[in-house]
């Protein structure tokens, strides 16, 4: 319940504190992976943190691997809305095979947050430019990039693209809304979109409540900050 407090999350979000206690937390959870996990997966979920700095802990980037590994022989492309230093894009894209990858973010930080979540949020939070991470990921193929707000910046781009894996790291609730309602219709039968922050931020976790009134999909919650959906129907 701690990091669900808000005057907590807008003191330290986006700061060194908060990303030592994420890193604290992900050095904790390698230990427990090097028990009894494969040693090369989890040798790049360490390059890709000690080469970026990255908001998700190792159980969190673990389970960003595993989808997006299985997904490789699926039908439909990748999408990561929510770039920030790339950490969970090179995750990705150790895992996508040959499938196209879209990287979607305004690559100037978080936009202005609405009135009710100003108290948690801060507008330009998490910037890194694009260029950034062109050049750190410059040895993978198929990638490209969509600068601006999701989902205006794919609109008309995408629209005709089907997806298996959509992953979202958006922290607001509009952002998320928004993009959950272009992506999932987009979503082949079985596709997943995975969440960071679902049970930290109450503005992720609206959103997600929202889109699943009357729908057969619900919400999987993990043990992570994170939660997923799965397309069920055509």
Known sequence: MLLRNPRLQKLIGGTFIEWLGIDMAARAEMLALMMHKDWNKLKLLRRARRERRSMVTNFESFIVHSIATGMAKAPGDIAEVGVFQGSTAKVIC???GEKTFHLCDTFEGLPEPSEV??????????????????KYLKDYKQLEYHKGFCPESVKGVLDNHKFCFVHL????????KECLEYFFPRLIPGGVV???????LPG????FSEFCEGRQEQVIELPTTQCMLIKTTA
């Open 194 to 200: 995975l969440s960071h922050d679902y049970s930290i």
């Open 117 to 134: 979540e100003k108290h948690i949020e801060v507008k330009g939070r998490f910037a890194c430019s694009i260029e950034s991470i062109q």
């Open 204 to 207: 992720v976790r609206q959103a």
């Open 94 to 96: 150790e895992a996508k």
């Open 169 to 176: 790291d958006v922290d607001l609730y509009q952002s998320t």
